[in-house]
């Protein structure tokens, strides 16, 4: 039995589409409604960032309720950066109590690359850790052994990075995230299909839920900004070349080209399970990105 | 090792505004190899501290110079006797353990601390200091090739890297080392790569509940 809609489209077989929805950093939710309205019945699910790149935002927590209340489907992202085991507990059990039922485990970024760099790290857990965690309370009990009144039950997704410079230590720790228990991935932008290539002949064994991250390019800049700041995001030389020398609306339009051109080649070969497409702070584009990949 | 670094002569000043006679007391353990706290630094600080005043509107004071082999030893500090009398405050260069058994050894004076202690660690290369052990209370280097991922890592991971490393580099520093690139060389090397493999499960931060103390037998 799938535990949520999310799970039971990947289980039937179709290519799935996610999308990501970052919070505004305030109380003024109306572009990112105005964003979930636009996607929730064109993708499979929205993913709401936890704090992305350590800065401070509206809570996933607060954007999956309203995906919710609007009638998608959400993804809570949820890093052990900011909140120790008993705050990453807790969540999960309002999570759960307010029909959220995916969860993307993940560290998080360092507090050093966001805005707020003089706070305390928490990452009291790491990644395969939490979803242990979760594993644990789905059977009735927390982490220090005390029974629940009222279980959890959530479909748990990780991510990994297929492009990592050193693939063979990301294999190690992508199988321990199986062995912990998350069946989905969300894995880091790709721009190298090749690399998604060599990683699915790793992963495919595992019988897992792969689906491959799209991070649209809108500027030459953006792409050499990722390349400097953005933990783990390689743009390759040849689409920096691509976009080199472009207007702004010239490059965007090569950045959805090049997402799109992408999300082609992994439908086609049937790489992955589906794609995950990032937008950051331009979610409004991502129904042209559909378009030109023909989803 | 304890290094520290340090602190900006103008703090310092502000610190010992209300004294007249300072006993600037060095130490010959930890503080000397990292050369923040030794002899030789006791006399620099006693000069710099000469001309700020001098530059300033402040009265002249009076400094007194000596270092003691381990601030941090009680036994060390009996050497002080007969010195401690004369002066309204000392300002140690000791790491904070010994700043600290200095205040409880000469109840009745102020003790200020001239250096900002850091961490435990050690020096690979002239100048350059590094933390190495964080004292997590449940050493784990037998599972991780000898490379603390507790302090070595950005975010004390225990089980692999994240995804954020460029160029071997950590996410956090470009100019510091992934601690798990290294730790999984290490490890293939010694071909020991099922300890990578096998489940960290959280840290125990009992261990750590303040205040801390051992009983030791
Ligand atoms: S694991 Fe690291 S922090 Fe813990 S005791 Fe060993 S060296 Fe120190
Ligand atoms: S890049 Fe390496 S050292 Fe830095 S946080 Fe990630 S795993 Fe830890």
Redesign the pocket.
């Known amino acids: 039995m799938a535990v949520s809609l999310f799970e039971e489209k990947l289980n039937s077989d179709k290519f799935v589409v996610t999308a990501e929805i970052g919070p505004p950093k305030g109380t003024d939710l109306s572009e990112m409604k105005k964003n979930i309205e636009l996607l929730k019945d064109r993708v499979d699910a929205l993913n709401v960032t936890d704090h992305q790149s350590s800065v401070m935002r509206y809570p996933s927590l607060g954007g999956c309720l309203l995906i919710k209340e609007l009638g998608g489907e959400p993804i809570l992202q949820m890093t052990t950066r900011d909140r120790n085991r008993i705050a990453l507990q807790a969540d999960l059990l309002f999570a759960y109590s307010r029909g959220i039922r995916n969860v993307l485990c993940l560290t998080g970024d ?1 507090v050093d690359v966001g805005d707020h760099k003089d706070a305390k790290p928490v990452f009291d857990l790491d990644s395969v850790q939490l979803i242990r965690m979760i594993k644990t309370l789905e059977t009735g009990v927390d982490m220090a052994g005390n029974k629940l009144s009222g279980k959890v039950q959530f479909f748990v997704g990780a991510s990994c990075n297929p492009e990592a410079d050193h693939i063979e230590p990301q294999l190690i720790k992508f199988e321990k995230k199986v062995n912990s228990g998350a069946r989905f991935f969300q894995t880091q932008g790709i721009y190298d299909v090749t690399l998604l290539r060599r990683f699915m002949q790793f992963a495919r064994q595992f019988g897992v839920k792969i689906i491959a991250g799209i991070i649209v390019l809108f500027s030459y800049r953006m792409a050499t900004y990722m390349n400097e700041n953005v ?1 783990g995001v390689k743009v390759p030389p040849q689409i920096l070349e691509e976009l080199k020398g472009l207007d702004k609306e010239a490059a965007l339009r090569k950045g959805i080209d090049i997402a799109a051109r992408t999300i082609r080649t992994i439908k086609e070969e049937k790489l992955c399970h589906g794609v995950h497409i990032m937008a950051i702070g331009r979610e409004h584009i991502i129904p042209e990105v559909l378009e030109a990949s023909g989803l | 090792m304890i290094v520290a670094t340090k602190k900006p002569i103008e703090e310092i000043l502000v610190a010992l505004a209300p004294y007249e006679s300072v006993l600037i007391l060095g130490c010959g353990t930890c503080v000397t190899v990292c050369n923040v706290g030794g002899e030789r630094e006791v006399s620099l600080l006693h000069s710099a501290l000469r001309v700020a005043i001098a530059n300033s509107l402040m009265q002249q004071k009076r400094f007194h110079e000596y270092t003691v082999k381990r601030q941090c030893d009680r036994e060390f500090l009996e050497a002080l006797k007969g010195k401690s009398e004369e002066v309204d405050a000392i300002l140690s260069l000791a790491c904070g353990v010994g700043v600290q058994v200095l205040a409880d050894y000469f109840s009745d004076i102020p003790c200020i601390p001239a250096v900002n202690t850091v961490f435990m660690g050690s020096s690979s290369t002239f100048g350059i200091w590094d933390e190495r052990c964080a004292g997590c209370g449940e050493c784990r280097l037998y599972e991780t090739a000898g490379i603390c991922p507790v302090t ?4 004390g ?1 225990l089980n692999g ?2 995804g ?2 460029k160029n071997g580099r ?3 520093n470009k100019e ?1 080392d ?4 290294l730790i999984y060389e290490r490890l293939l090397k010694l071909d020991q790569l099922d300890r990578m493999r096998k489940y960290s499960p959280p840290r125990n931060y009992g261990n750590l509940k303040r205040p801390k103390r051992v009983i030791i037998t």
């Open positions: 360092s933990p | 070595r890592c950005n975010k991971i890297p994240c954020g490393a950590c996410e956090a510091m992934c601690a798990w690139l």
